[in-house]
């Protein structure tokens, strides 16, 4: 991995169709009717052959941001109880920012994770990010809504796109109303199970 630092970057997984989960989501099934096994395997099944792809937001984030549906599916409890998928120890273990519409007191989880949630669109969450941050890198978690905006945006610099090997066929999609724009392969690789290229972002393309 290079040493940029104080960038926006982005770590994905997609079908080959494009799309990062199905539709149907739940508390059971977070990736709603597609077949996440499939998708994610990838990152447990030989993990050391992935280890740098595995490792590239967990090393470099100082702060993270997500959206609504990532946080937690809607009717989960999310003005009562809700705590998001991940237990009482969230594996981020940095600032994490929320882009909701409904407001939420910030939501302190052990492991120095604290989920704070933003109503007031992406460039306020990444500024608070980035403040949060204090010098490190920004990292898009998710999911495709959110990474779509800030692509539309010409905001991330540098992103993995994880390609499993198998179609959906529908729900949020990757790229999804977002303009033309040009991207710089870096790195790649990848095993049967999955296909890994690193783009550089170079802007957006002129109309």
Known sequence: MDERTGEVICGITVSVDGFVAGEGMTEEQPFGDADADVLHSWM?????RHRNEVAYQIER???YIMGRNMFGPR????DRDWRGWWGEDPPFHTPVFVLTHRPREPLAMRGGTTFTFVTDGIESALAQAREAAAGRDVAIA??????NQYLAAGLIDDMWIHTAPVT???GPRLFSDV???RLEPVEW???S???HVRYRFRGLEED
């Open 168 to 170: 959906i066929g529908h």
């Open 61 to 63: 984030a100082g702060a």
């Open 189 to 191: 690789g990848g095993t």
């Open 75 to 78: 009717g989960a409890g999310y």
């Open 142 to 147: 998710g999911g495709a809504d959110v990474v």
């Open 193 to 195: 199970r999955v296909t």
């Open 44 to 48: 447990f099944d030989e993990p050391e």
């Open 179 to 181: 303009p033309r724009m």
